[in-house]
């Protein structure tokens, strides 16, 4: 039975396991970019925050299909629309992903990582998973998304948290934060 009432910080669920306020729904399940769709809603931009090669949190190494100590470069970010925060990302690339062709990923600075995983080759998004808990920054609680995508057939985590205030920016009623 689907889990209506999430509290804050459970793991990472399968999203079609779950019940979700609509618009939330429309927005986590959406198979496109997120870069693309916020660019319709105003003025977008990517604010770089921490970059750094490390390892990732075992529930990331579990989700990415990862035993032992495989090292990554984590990235976080804010997504910006008319310069307010409207989502909190954090994306976790395998160095073994960022190798040859892929090896521009790892050099994002200010650009979005959907503009790239959507240029040809396209990434494949092959699972994604929801929760309602806090960013990696202790914003929330807020709706977010973890997407693993397959980019040249190499794996990566791109988590995307819905900040509280950017539904009502969007005009979507959501009931349950």
Known sequence: MPNTALRADLQWRELDTL?????????????GSLTARLRRHGRFQVRPGASRVGLPEPAERRLLGHSGRRWA??????????????VEARSVLPLTTLNQANRGLGHMGS?????????RPAAERDQVWARLGTTPHGRGPCWGRQSRFLKRGRPLLVAEYFLPGVWQRLGETVDRI
């Not at 990235?75 to 910006?80: A, D, F, G, K």
């Open 73 to 86: 470069l984590i990235r976080e970010v804010i997504l910006l629309l008319d310069g307010e925060p409207a």
């Open 111 to 119: 650009r979005s990582l959907g503009s790239e995983l959507y240029r």
């Open 19 to 31: 019940t979700l306020p609509p618009a939330v729904r429309d927005w986590l399940s959406d198979p």
